[in-house]
């Protein structure tokens, strides 16, 4: 069974840090994408970014281009996301996903098949 484990989160402040890391385990991965979601409080689910596993095809929102970089190490299946210059409208509940097939990446949430359980990103101002 496919697990995606999420790190990273925390606290800070306007203009700080942070990086995500997520590892995915239980399956056999050779062509897929992984991509980070966030959820704040009362809004829906939106898109952050994605990359395939090869690391060569990625994809950011446009509220985070500049700010958020999006890697891979396709040897450990791990996605990780560096998010500088954060932001207070950056707070929300990040969520790795999974999409365990081919090497478009998608930014519907529908397209993604496993998800971890996620870890909260507080900025404060």
């Known amino acids: 069974q496919v697990q995606l484990v999420e790190s990273g989160g925390g606290l800070v402040q306007a203009g700080g840090s942070l990086r995500l890391s997520c590892a995915a385990s239980?399956?056999?991965?050779?062509?897929?994408?992984m991509a980070w979601f966030r959820q704040a409080p009362g809004k829906e689910r939106e898109f952050v970014a994605a990359i395939s596993g090869s690391g060569v095809a990625t994809n950011l929102a446009s509220s985070v281009k500049g700010r958020f970089t999006i890697s891979m190490d396709n040897a450990k299946n791990t996605v990780s996301l560096q998010m500088n210059s954060l932001k207070p409208e950056d707070t929300a509940v990040y969520y790795c996903a999974l999409q365990p097939f081919g090497t478009v990446v998608q930014t519907s949430p529908h397209r993604y098949a496993n998800w971890g359980q996620g870890t909260q990103v507080t900025v404060s101002s």
């Open positions: 239980g399956g056999t991965f050779n062509v897929y994408v």
